[in-house]
């Protein structure tokens, strides 16, 4: 799946793109994306810098549409982390979205989730729940990661308004969304948005979106994926 930087190349050099050539395409084996003129000089010292950009971004989209793909028919939508290379977070989360995923939190301000080191330091899910009500600017619901059933129940009676499954198998996930479902039905509005996290590959993603849940984050979309195989051919005018 291709993905790419629109303008990080062609403000600087003449670049024609194929018009079938578009982030979130699949690629064939051997599809010629776009073409370079410029003098040799220039063109082979940017060769990598293009290539390393090309490669990354085209191998997280690839994954992430393996993923997307995987739990297609189902309410689950694939999530990404802030997991992403240093100093690469927003070129990383394009690429998911050029894949089909969507963006978790880009940085600790676009949300509050409460995890293991706040609970830890807080003294607990409840102390840490009451902190962050208190301290919470603008609506931005807050989201607590448990990690058993019991965790669950704490967090639901306790104000905790998303809730994040970490590393639970998929039966305790089913059963965690099951307990969610039948506390909301007893009020007005949606159900609380439950995502779940740690241990999900490819392997066992369509067994985890099964269970019911509203959103799967996958850290493995950008810290660990495999570059696209690409390469830049060059050949005289």
Request: positive net charge; glycine residues 8%.
């Amino acid at each position: 799946v291709y993905a790419a930087l629109d303008g990080a190349v062609t403000a600087h050099y003449e670049v024609t793109t194929h018009p079938e050539i578009f982030d979130g395409v699949r690629l064939r084996p051997g599809q010629s994306v776009a073409v370079i003129r410029h003098n040799a000089r220039v063109i082979l010292s940017c060769e990598r810098v293009i290539l390393n950009f090309l490669q990354r971004m085209s191998g997280i989209a690839t994954l992430t549409r393996k993923f997307v793909e995987a739990v297609s028919g189902t309410r689950a939508r694939v999530l990404d982390t802030r997991k992403t290379a240093p100093g690469l977070r927003v070129i990383d989360k394009y690429a998911v979205r050029c894949g089909g995923g969507q963006n978790h939190r880009l940085d600790l301000s676009d949300g509050v989730l409460i995890k293991n080191n706040h609970i830890a330091l807080a003294g607990g899910i409840v102390p840490a729940l009451e902190r962050a009500h208190r301290n919470r600017r603008g609506s931005q619901p807050i989201e607590v990661e448990v990690r058993t059933l019991d965790e669950l129940e704490i967090a639901l009676a306790n104000g905790a308004e998303a809730i994040l499954l970490d590393n639970m198998s998929p039966e305790d996930v089913r059963r965690a969304v099951e307990r969610c479902s039948m506390l909301d039905e007893r009020k007005s509005g949606g159900r609380i948005p439950i995502e779940c996290s740690g241990g999900i590959r490819l392997e066992n993603v369509r067994a985890y979106a099964e269970t019911g849940v509203d959103f799967i984050s996958v850290g493995l979309l950008t810290h660990s994926t495999h570059a696209a195989d690409m390469s830049m051919r060059v050949a005289p005018a």
